[in-house]
C-alpha cells in the first residue's frame, strides 16, 4: 500500500475567563466549548478506539486552557451550568407541552443530550477532561500537542526572551498534566517570523538581531510545527490591509526584503519540510481540505439541515432550529431534525474522504495536514463531531490513512529545507487582525512590560517569590492573541479593552514593587491577594532561568 496519510490537527484555546465575568463573555466561553466540544469529541476519539479503529488524530490545548479545565472553580461552574441547560429544557418542555408547540419533541432531545453530557463528566471521567485525553494518548490513540503558555502572539513581541517564556511555560504545564514531553507544537496563530534585524512598529529603537521562530522552538525541544499554506508559496496572501496602517507596512516591507527563497525546490502541501535554518519539521495546512469545513458559505457547515447557531429560544438560549437556507433572516429558520442531519453527516464524511483521495490520487506518497480550531467541531458546527466519527470510520477502507503528525515524520520523513516568510493564517495572511490602528495600545503596553522584565529578570533570585510569580502570570495575560483579535473583529471588544488594561495596569504596578525590594505593606499585600485569586493562573510559573516558584 502506498504511503499515504491524513493527520487532522486540532488547536483548543479559550483565553483565561475564570473569575472575568459569565455571560455574554468570560466563563460561559468555557462551558460551551467543554459541553459542545470537548467532552463530545473525547466521547468520539473513545467510540472509535472501542471499535478498534484507532483514530490518530492530533490534537493541541494551550496551557491556559490546561490549567482552567484542571481547577476546582471550572469543575463546580461546568457542573452548574450543565444542571442548569437541563431545567432549561426541562422548563421549555412544560410549556411547549402546554401550549401544543411544535418542538417539544427538541425539548427531550436536549434534555437528554445534557443529562448524558453530565453522566459522562461525573460518572466517566471524573470531572477530568485533561486527564481523559491523556490516557487516550497513553493508550496510543492520539497525539496530544502544546502551545505558548496564553497564546502569546509571537511574531510581534519585543524580545526573544518573551517567546522563549511563553514556550517554556506550555512544555512545563503540559509535562505536569500529560506526564510527557511535548512533541508538537501549534504556533499561535500559526503566526511565524524568520530571523532578521527586526524593528519594532513603534518608538525609536534600532533594528537588532532576532532569532526565527522556529530556532527558538528548535532550541527549547520542539519536535515539529505547522504552518498556512501561502507561507510555503512564498507569502502571497500579503495582505490587503497593509496600506491601513504604516507600520505594519513597515514590517511587511522589512521582513520581504530578508525573505531569501528557494525557487529550486517543488513546493506543495502534501509533504513535511525543513525549516531553514533550524531544521526543524514543519506541515502545511492543506486548502482544498480545510475549505470544506471552514467554510460556512462553500463547506459542510452551511448545509440546511445542520443546528442554526444563531437562532436561540429565550429564556435559556436553547436552539431549536436549523440553518434551513443561506438567508439571514432568522425569522425564516424551521425546526432541527436530528435524523435529517444524520444523513447529511453521513453524505459530507464520505464526500471529504473522496477529498482527500483525490489530493493524493497522483502522488506515490504524501500527508494531508488539515488544520482547524477544535472548537468548530460541536460548537460551531454541532454536527461535526459526529461527521468526524463517521469520516475516521470511513477512512480505514480507503487508501488514505488516518496518522498522527509525529508518526507522518517517522513514515514519511523530511528532506527539504525551505525558508519560510513572515505571516500568519489570519484575515489577508500577515498580521493585521493583531496590529492595527484599534490594537496598537496594546502592544506598546506589551513592550513597556516587556522592558521592565528584562530589568527584573537578573536580580529575580532574590525577589519576592509571591510578588514575582503574580508579576509573570499578569505579563503572560497581558500577551495574549485574543485582546487584539476581538478588538479588531468587534466580537468583544469591551471585555478585550478592559482585559488588557487591567493585565498591564497590574503587570506595571508589580513591577513596580519589585524593582523598590522593599517590604510590601499591609494594602498592597491585601491587594496581591485580590490578583493573585482573579488572575491565579498557573499555580506553577517556570521563571526564564527554568527555576519553577
Keep these: 500500500m502506498a504511503d499515504k496519510y491524513f493527520s487532522l490537527v486540532l488547536h483548543s484555546h479559550i483565553p483565561y475567563v475564570l473569575d472575568h465575568g459569565s455571560w455574554p463573555h468570560g466563563m460561559d466561553w468555557l462551558y460551551e466549548a467543554a459541553a ?15 471499535e478498534g479503529v484507532p483514530p490518530r488524530v492530533n490534537i493541541g490545548f494551550t496551557p491556559v486552557l490546561m490549567a482552567q479545565l484542571k481547577d476546582p472553580d471550572f469543575v463546580r461552574g461546568f457542573d452548574g451550568y450543565l444542571r442548569m441547560k437541563i431545567e432549561v429544557a426541562d422548563r421549555d418542555g412544560a410549556s411547549f407541552r402546554a401550549t401544543g408547540h411544535p418542538l417539544l419533541s427538541l425539548t427531550v432531545y436536549w434534555g437528554d443530550w445534557y443529562r ?7 460518572e466517566r471521567y471524573h470531572g477530568d477532561i485533561i486527564e481523559g485525553f491523556r490516557l487516550l494518548q497513553d493508550r496510543g490513540q492520539i497525539e496530544v500537542l502544546t502551545s505558548a503558555a496564553t497564546h502569546g502572539y509571537f511574531p510581534l513581541l519585543k524580545k526573544d526572551a518573551s517567546i522563549r517564556h511563553q514556550i517554556r511555560q506550555g512544555r512545563h504545564v503540559y509535562r505536569r498534566y500529560f506526564g510527557r514531553e511535548a512533541r508538537g507544537f501549534w504556533i499561535p496563530e500559526c503566526a511565524y517570523r524568520p530571523a532578521y534585524a527586526w524593528k519594532p512598529p513603534f518608538g525609536e529603537s534600532q533594528a537588532a538581531p532576532r532569532l526565527g521562530v522556529d530556532e527558538i522552538l528548535s532550541q527549547e525541544g520542539i519536535g515539529y510545527f505547522f504552518v498556512d499554506g501561502h507561507l510555503l508559496k512564498g507569502g ?24 531569501r ?15 531553514y535554518p533550524s531544521n526543524l519539521p514543519f506541515f502545511v495546512r492543506d486548502e482544498v481540505s480545510g475549505s470544506q469545513v471552514w467554510s460556512r458559505q462553500m463547506g459542510y457547515p452551511g448545509d440546511g439541515c445542520y443546528l442554526e447557531f444563531h437562532k436561540k429560544h429565550f429564556p435559556g438560549g436553547m436552539r431549536y432550529w436549523r440553518i434551513t437556507s443561506n438567508d439571514p433572516d432568522l425569522a425564516l429558520k424551521e425546526a432541527y431534525d436530528p435524523a435529517a442531519a444524520a444523513g447529511r453527516i453521513e453524505d459530507h464524511a464520505s464526500h471529504f474522504v473522496s477529498v482527500l483521495e483525490s489530493a493524493l490520487k497522483d502522488k506515490e506518497s504524501g500527508v494531508v495536514a488539515a488544520l482547524y480550531d477544535t472548537e468548530l467541531f460541536g460548537h460551531w ?43 500568519s493564517w489570519g484575515q489577508g495572511g500577515f498580521h493585521w487582525i493583531w496590529l492595527n490602528e484599534e490594537t496598537a495600545w496594546i502592544w506598546k503596553d506589551i513592550y513597556r512590560i516587556e522592558e521592565a522584565e528584562e530589568e527584573i529578570r537578573p536580580r529575580a533570585a532574590v525577589l519576592d ?64 491577594q485580590v490578583y493573585e485569586k482573579e488572575d491565579g493562573l498557573f499555580d506553577e510559573v517556570v521563571l526564564p532561568d527554568g527555576t519553577v516558584i
Excluded at 459542545?36 to 472501542?50: D, I, Q, S, W
Aim: glycine content about 4%.
Design 465 to 528: 517569590k509571591l510578588v514575582l510569580r503574580q508579576f509573570y502570570r499578569e505579563k503572560f495575560l497581558l500577551e495574549s492573541s485574543d485582546w487584539p483579535f476581538l478588538i479588531s473583529t468587534w466580537t468583544a471588544r469591551d471585555y478585550a479593552e478592559n482585559r488588557a488594561a487591567e493585565h498591564f495596569t497590574r503587570a506595571l504596578e508589580l513591577a513596580g514593587w519589585l524593582r523598590s525590594g522593599r517590604v510590601l505593606t499591609a494594602a498592597e499585600e491585601a491587594l496581591l
Design 116 to 122: 448524558k453530557l453530565l453522566h459522562d463528566f461525573h
Design 261 to 275: 527563497p528557494a525557487d529550486e525546490i517543488k513546493r506543495d502541501p502534501y509533504s513535511a519540510y525543513l525549516a
Design 36 to 50: 459542545e466540544t470537548y467532552l463530545p469529541l473525547l466521547g468520539v476519539f473513545e467510540r472509535l478506539a472501542a
Design 236 to 259: 502571497e496572501a500579503k495582505g490587503v490591509y497593509l496600506d491601513r496602517f504604516p507600520s505594519l507596512k513597515l514590517l511587511w516591507e522589512k521582513s520581504r526584503k530578508e525573505y
Design 381 to 423: 458546527w454541532f454536527e461535526g463531531p459526529e461527521w468526524l466519527y463517521r469520516m475516521i470510520k470511513k477512512l480505514a477502507r480507503s487508501p488514505v490513512q488516518p496518522l498522527t503528525a509525529g508518526e507522518c515524520l517517522e513514515k514519511l520523513p523530511p528532506t527539504a529545507i525551505i525558508s519560510l516568510p513572515e505571516g
